[in-house]
């Protein structure tokens, strides 16, 4: 965190103890240590809270991603699906075309030979 080395550690004791005194430099180095902990701490907790946002939004934009997909691969099935519908249509109608076409007779003078008997009595 902080780029100090042996001999500037000792300069600093050497200063505080002919600031402080013998009495107090215990106590003073007890609470420095304190708060050199505490400011450890929050910083730690800081960049976990920070890395934990980042991987949220990450997470986020890749939720996004996939619910774009989705959306676009919806589209493409409905879309395939009307196709489809529309030609299952087109065969239908070819089918009852052609099966109303064979059902028909080619001389409109003559009597319909496929009749039922019944159909026969009634007229």
Do not use: C
């Amino acid at each position: 965190m902080f780029d100090i080395g042996f001999s500037e550690l000792l300069l600093f004791g050497v200063i505080a103890l002919i600031v402080l005194g013998p009495e107090k430099l215990p106590q003073a180095a007890r609470t420095a240590g304190q708060w050199y902990a505490k400011l450890r701490r929050t910083v730690s907790t800081l960049q976990s809270e920070i890395e934990a946002e980042l991987d949220l939004a990450e997470t986020r934009q890749q939720m996004q991603n996939e619910l774009a997909k989705i959306r676009q691969t919806e589209s493409d099935m409905k879309r395939e699906l009307a196709e489809m519908r529309g030609s299952m249509q087109k065969f239908e109608d070819s089918q009852n075309q052609s099966l109303d076409a064979s059902h028909q007779p080619t001389d409109p003078h003559q009597p319909n030979i496929s009749s039922s008997p019944i159909e026969k009595v009634n007229e």
